[in-house]
């Protein structure tokens, strides 16, 4: 059982007020500097971990790769330590708001403008982390945190550089084969787990984060590890003026530029992207579009980055955090942190946090689409998909358009039929219940909601465009949505 650390003083320093948060990798707290008062997160990583040295690596390389970049739009990591028990924590900077992809649960697709808000503050902080060599990996919108205060415009926040790779090669966590991230977001070159890997594979996932963020799907859905990352090394996307055809045509050139197979023919950087997206009419208007979203939500929450939200089974060891702590640190203080790092600036330690994502090692992988097998786990011992599986993504014949002159040939309404919710559930279309697993709906050409909850289970993500009659599938138990956004 994992310690409550409510009214605990660490390092009699940080007194711990409340529990914000818990998922099967650990846990995060509020707390307050004792002696100055100031407000910060603490994020512990679960006790059951501590004797797994590339585990406790990866939780202590948030404050390394933090302290490496320092920049604004990356949360910053005051402090690393480890509790009397023997768990690591990290003291974080206090931010609320919500992710990105609360805000693409809660909105829908966004404007232009107000995603060109998103984009152009994440592809900063990521220029600055690719300067460092350093390359996040796990981008996603769980991954960017959009903070807001009353009478001031939002701060994003890139966080979670948990499974950053850097350039020095100091901390060899990952072989040739291993897979680390989110499937749908990956580059094809990540999905096969090449070595080489480099700054551009972060660059495709912002595509794919730019693509979700304007039509509300996936370029490559799919409902096992397997079938996504097939489809990524095989398919071209589904072109996003297909799924929203009033895009202008130039975010598309943007969108599929971003998303090329082959690295070379991508944009060759972070900076490169956002100088295509500064082209865009209404890239001026972004902050002000932003704002309004942002500031339209009426719950807000704080940035922890992704707890995990399945147990890790572990086996049993000696803590191995002092260990480790000690060479993250390499020196006795913060400052030292940055100066460790090849060219950084001296300084106080900025920024980041999150927690391990699943490493996926990829097995069998045939281009062909004959046999593809993916088996997960960290270097130990298997590890059960979490948030990185969708829930059910769109297949791509749901997001096939029907023309306006198709449309007036046809009812003027259709009917959806959810397929295998259990008994009990609820159904909500456009925030309306329905009776029954079977209702009518306004024939439309758009990307709609269809939530299901069940008792006993997450709340569940269904999105379909109404344009025919159709059946959405609700997911298996072994493909439940982790709680939160599915994709």
């Given at each position: 059982m994992e310690k409550d650390y409510v009214g605990v003083t660490l390092e009699n320093k940080y007194l711990l007020t409340a529990?914000?948060?818990?998922?099967?990798?650990?846990?995060?707290?509020?707390?307050?500097?004792?002696?100055?008062?100031?407000?910060?997160?603490?994020?512990?990583?679960?006790?059951?971990?501590?004797?797994?040295?590339?585990?406790?690596?990866?939780?202590?390389?948030?404050?390394?790769?933090?302290?490496?970049?320092?920049?604004?739009?990356?949360?910053?990591?005051?402090?690393?330590?480890?509790?009397?028990?023997?768990?690591?924590?990290?003291?974080?900077?206090?931010?609320?708001?919500?992710?990105?992809?609360?805000?693409?649960?809660?909105?829908?697709?966004?404007?232009?403008?107000?995603?060109?808000?998103?984009?152009?503050?994440?592809?900063?902080?990521?220029?600055?982390?690719?300067?460092?060599?350093?390359?996040?990996?796990?981008?996603?919108?769980?991954?960017?945190?959009?903070?807001?205060?009353?009478?001031?415009?939002?701060?994003?926040?890139?966080?979670?550089?948990?499974?950053?790779?850097?350039?020095?090669g100091a901390e060899k966590l990952t072989r040739t084969g291993s897979v680390m991230g989110t499937p749908a977001y990956m580059a094809p070159e990540q999905a096969r787990g090449d070595a080489a890997l480099d700054h551009r594979a972060d660059v495709y996932a912002m595509g794919v984060i730019l693509y979700e963020l304007l039509t509300g799907a996936l370029p490559f859905p799919g409902d096992t590890f397997a079938s996504i990352m097939a489809r990524i090394l095989t398919e071209k996307p589904l072109p996003p003026l297909e799924v929203r055809p009033d895009l202008p045509r130039g975010v598309q050139t943007i969108i599929m530029t971003t998303l090329e197979k082959d690295p070379a023919r991508r944009y060759q950087s972070a900076a490169a992207l956002l100088a295509a997206l500064k082209s865009l009419d209404g890239f001026d208007s972004r902050i002000d579009h932003l704002t309004t979203v942002a500031g339209s939500a009426l719950q807000r929450t704080f940035a922890s980055g992704d707890l995990g939200e399945k147990d890790l089974s572990s086996r049993g060891g000696p803590s191995v955090a002092g260990e480790v702590l000690a060479e993250v640190m390499q020196s006795s203080t913060p400052a030292g942190w940055a100066d460790s790092k090849p060219g950084?600036?001296?300084?106080?330690?900025?920024?980041?946090?999150?927690?391990?994502?699943?490493?996926?090692?990829?097995?069998?992988?045939?281009?062909?689409?004959?046999?593809?097998?993916?088996?997960?786990?960290?270097?130990?011992?298997?590890?059960?998909?979490?948030?990185?599986?969708?829930?059910?993504?769109?297949?791509?014949?749901?997001?096939?358009?029907?023309s306006a002159q198709e449309s007036a040939n046809k009812p003027a309404k259709v009917k959806l039929t959810v397929i295998g919710a259990p008994a009990g559930a609820k159904i909500f279309y456009d925030g309306a219940e329905r009776e029954g697993q079977a209702f009518e709906v306004k024939r439309d050409t758009a990307i709609r909601k269809v939530f299901v909850e069940a008792p006993g289970r997450d709340k569940v993500k269904l999105l379909v465009v109404p344009s025919e009659d159709r059946i959405l599938h609700y997911p298996d138990a072994k493909k439940d949505a982790p709680k939160g956004r599915g994709r």
């Open positions: 529990k914000l948060g818990q998922g099967g990798m650990g846990s995060v707290y509020k707390g307050q500097h004792a002696l100055i008062g100031k407000t910060v997160a603490v994020k512990f990583l679960h006790a059951r971990f501590v004797g797994q040295k590339q585990v406790v690596q990866r939780f202590y390389r948030e404050a390394r790769a933090a302290a490496a970049i320092g920049h604004d739009n990356i949360i910053d990591v005051f402090d690393v330590g480890i509790s009397p028990e023997g768990d690591p924590f990290l003291v974080m900077e206090y931010l609320e708001g919500e992710s990105l992809a609360d805000m693409l649960d809660r909105v829908g697709p966004l404007s232009v403008e107000a995603a060109c808000g998103v984009m152009e503050p994440a592809l900063l902080a990521l220029s600055a982390a690719h300067a460092k060599g350093i390359v996040h990996r796990d981008l996603k919108p769980d991954n960017i945190f959009v903070a807001h205060k009353e009478g001031a415009p939002p701060k994003v926040k890139l966080i979670d550089f948990g499974i950053s790779k850097v350039a020095d950084a600036a001296s300084g106080r330690p900025k920024k980041k946090t999150g927690i391990i994502a699943a490493s996926i090692s990829v097995a069998v992988i045939s281009v062909l689409g004959a046999a593809f097998a993916v088996w997960v786990g960290n270097s130990k011992s298997a590890v059960e998909p979490s948030k990185a599986m969708p829930v059910l993504p769109v297949p791509a014949k749901v997001l096939d358009p029907v």
